[in-house]
């Protein structure tokens, strides 16, 4: 039997995905993209939060080109569909993204970044598209770059093909967080766990909001009707909103607020 590349870990408050094919800088291959799907499937209404990680010196080197090679002469046209799937799999996926990116993030790597809803960056990892270097667009690491960053910045990384440190995905909004290295893991731990403390069903809606309202919302009324639409969503699912104002009511604190609002 074949050893799994997609390691999954329970930590109680959180699910760690970790990329393991060191040898290959992540690459995902076939293999690695089914077992994301099945991940991905098997933790739906699981935990609230999902760390996704790389083994060794890259987070993940885009998708295995050498298979891709392998796949054309083999007549197998399915492969950037698959990967299309996983991502938007993330998307869909009612828990918290959050990238943990240890090392180099390359075309499907940026993907895998931007499809995350959260993103910390150790700062020796480096982010870019090669892809101009094939004659190519980069077909999903592009748009979701682009979706992400301004004209400028995104024209950058498409067109010169060129690296973007951790620092600087940090101050273009690319990751939320750059941190040593050293602490990369301990950071998303906390971030992951600081995430889980709050409503499952609310943390789905506000995360379904982010995608919403910039691709469909176009003017300020029909921003504030969606804004109480998705709270009446909430409402109709579960009854955490009034539980919250119930605590503070009786002079409890909910996650979030008091002085340190940790
Ligand atoms: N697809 C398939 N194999 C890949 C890969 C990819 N995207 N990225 C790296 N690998 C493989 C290499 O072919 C090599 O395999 P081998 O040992 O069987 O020859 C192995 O991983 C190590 O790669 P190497 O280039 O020697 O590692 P490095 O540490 O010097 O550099 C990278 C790491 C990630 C900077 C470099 O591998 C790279 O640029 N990869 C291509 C990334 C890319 O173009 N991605 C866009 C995909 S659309």
Request: hydrophobic share 40%; proline share 4%; charged share 20%.
């Given at each position: 039997?074949?050893?799994?590349?997609?390691?999954?870990?329970?930590?109680?408050?959180?699910?760690?995905?970790?990329?393991?094919?060191?040898?290959?800088?992540?690459?995902?291959?076939?293999?690695?993209?089914?077992?994301?799907?099945?991940?991905?499937?098997?933790?739906?209404g699981g935990?609230?939060?999902i760390?996704?990680?790389?083994?060794?010196?890259?987070?993940?080197?885009g998708?295995?080109?050498?298979?891709?090679?392998?796949?054309?002469?083999?007549?197998?046209t399915?492969?950037?569909?698959?990967?299309?799937?996983?991502?938007?799999?993330?998307?869909?996926?009612?828990?918290?993204?959050?990238a943990?990116v240890?090392?180099?993030?390359?075309?499907?790597?940026?993907?895998?970044?931007?499809?995350?809803?959260?993103?910390?960056a150790?700062?020796?990892?480096?982010?870019?598209?090669?892809e101009?270097?094939?004659?190519?667009?980069?077909?999903?690491?592009?748009?979701?770059?682009?979706l992400?960053l301004?004209?400028?910045?995104?024209?950058?990384?498409?067109?010169t093909?060129?690296?973007?440190?951790?620092?600087?995905?940090?101050?273009?909004?690319?990751v939320?967080?750059?941190?040593?290295a050293?602490?990369?893991?301990?950071?998303?731990?906390?971030?992951?766990?600081?995430?889980?403390?709050f409503?499952a069903?609310?943390?789905?809606?506000?995360?379904?909001?982010?995608?919403?309202?910039?691709a469909?919302?176009?003017?300020w009324?029909q921003?504030?009707?969606?804004?109480?639409?998705?709270?009446?969503?909430?409402?109709?699912?579960?009854?955490?909103?009034?539980g919250?104002?119930?605590?503070?009511?009786?002079?409890?604190?909910?996650?979030?607020?008091?002085?340190?609002?940790?």
């Open positions: 039997m074949t050893a799994p590349v997609i390691v999954v870990e329970d930590r109680q408050d959180y699910a760690l995905l970790t990329i393991n094919r060191p040898e290959k800088r992540n690459a995902m291959n076939r293999q690695a993209r089914t077992e994301m799907m099945q991940a991905l499937t098997a933790l739906q935990p609230k939060a760390v996704i990680t790389g083994t060794g010196a890259s987070y993940c080197a998708m295995d080109l050498k298979e891709s090679v392998t796949d054309r002469e083999q007549g197998i399915t492969a950037n569909q698959e990967w299309r799937d996983v991502n938007v799999a993330m998307r869909r996926h009612p828990a918290i993204m959050i943990a240890n090392g180099y993030a390359l075309g499907g790597g940026v993907t895998l970044i931007n499809v995350c809803d959260l993103a910390i150790a700062d020796t990892a480096e982010l870019g598209m090669p101009i270097g094939f004659a190519t667009y980069p077909g999903l690491a592009g748009p979701s770059t682009q992400c301004g004209r400028k910045r995104a024209g950058w990384m498409i067109l093909g060129k690296r973007i440190d951790a620092r600087t995905a940090e101050a273009w909004g690319l939320n967080q750059c941190v040593p050293a602490e990369l893991m301990a950071a998303a731990d906390t971030l992951a766990r600081h995430v889980a403390q409503d069903t609310a943390l789905a809606a506000c995360k379904g909001a982010l995608d919403t309202v910039p469909v919302v176009t003017d009324r921003a504030f009707d969606f804004g109480e639409s998705t709270n009446a969503l909430i409402r109709d699912t579960t009854d955490a909103q009034r919250g104002m119930e605590r503070f009511h009786a002079g409890q604190r909910n996650p979030g607020q008091g002085r340190t609002g940790s």
